[in-house]
């Protein structure tokens, strides 16, 4: 199972940018979908989830900004940021977890200048 992710790289702030992350592979059944950050120094955190029955769940520091959603038929997760601001600037894994299986993906970039 192979995850990519897309859609990272240099955005100003107030930006509006969407990362993409494909599930590829032999996947039998997904369940929640998401993305979690880290930055230098510090541990890797929960940004926003979707789970299969369409509850989504975002740290409060990206709540009304950013919105996750997922395209079932594709094995895709999204992640809309909008509003961006520098402390947003991070790595961005997307994380598929299901049955038997959780994988990550190998992490997008993102920098947000003021």
């Known amino acids: 199972v192979q995850l990519q992710a897309s859609g990272g790289g240099l955005v100003q702030a107030g930006g509006s940018p969407r990362l993409s992350c494909a599930a590829s592979?032999?996947?039998?059944?997904?369940?929640?979908m998401g993305w979690f950050r880290q930055t230098p120094g510090k541990q890797r955190e929960l940004v926003a989830i979707i789970a299969s029955t369409g509850r989504e769940n975002y740290a409060d520091s990206v709540k009304g900004r950013f919105t996750v959603s997922r395209d079932n038929a594709k094995n895709t997760v999204y992640l809309q940021m909008n509003s961006l601001k520098p402390e947003d600037t991070a790595v961005y894994y997307c994380?598929?977890?299901?049955?038997?299986?959780?994988?990550w993906g190998q992490g997008t970039l993102v920098t947000v200048s003021s």
């Open positions: 592979g032999s996947i039998s059944s997904i369940n929640a």
């Open positions: 994380r598929v977890v299901g049955l038997g299986i959780d994988y």
